[in-house]
């Protein structure tokens, strides 16, 4: 009779034991909604008329590159972008990028903390341009179990090189 009651406990055990284990070797992603603002003032992102292009990555440029890195031949070292009128943009050159802080065991932060600048900034420097506009943030996390879960902060927008710098 004890015999039958230690194996009742079996399945109550491992029905305990599921939702800790259900997601150990992968993880689970919620995204939150989009932040505004973010700490960034959007006055920051003003162009207050100044002529301005946005700026593209070129993918024809990538590929020649490629080729020229193929071949054994010199690769130009500015980024492989195109730069498009503001009357010309129809979209689709929207640039992302992001910063996260890793939590160990959901308490410890173990990384350094966000940056939203820091994110901001990848971004731009990425395609060397000036600054982001039309700017869209929002926040992820990342569950890993008992191991712990990563909060991302994410930034999505047009970067944008002004003319007057570009020609000096």
């Known amino acids: 009779m004890s015999r039958l009651r230690n ?3 079996l399945p109550l055990l ?3 034991a599921l939702p800790v284990f259900h997601c150990f070797p992968g993880g689970v992603v919620m995204e939150g909604g989009f932040v505004d603002h973010a700490g960034f003032i959007p006055e ?5 008329n100044a002529p301005f292009d946005y700026v593209c990555p070129d993918p024809d440029e990538v ?3 490629q080729e020229l890195k193929e071949q054994g031949l010199p690769v130009p070292g500015e980024p492989p972008v195109r730069y498009v009128s503001v009357t010309s943009y129809q979209g689709g050159c929207e640039q992302t990028a992001s910063s ?3 939590y160990l065991f959901h308490l410890f932060p173990a990384t350094p903390p966000m940056d939203p600048h820091y994110a901001l900034g990848l971004a731009v420097q ?4 000036d600054t982001m506009i039309n700017i869209k943030t929002w926040h992820e996390t990342h569950y890993y179990s008992i191991l712990g879960h990563v909060r991302v902060f994410k930034v999505k927008g047009d970067v944008i090189r002004f003319r007057q710098r570009r020609e000096n």
């Open 63 to 65: 590929k020649r590159r």
């Open 44 to 48: 920051a992102t003003l162009t207050n």
């Open 100 to 102: 996260s802080v890793y």
């Open 7 to 9: 194996i009742g406990w």
């Open 14 to 16: 491992c029905a305990l």
């Open 126 to 129: 990425k395609l060397e341009g």
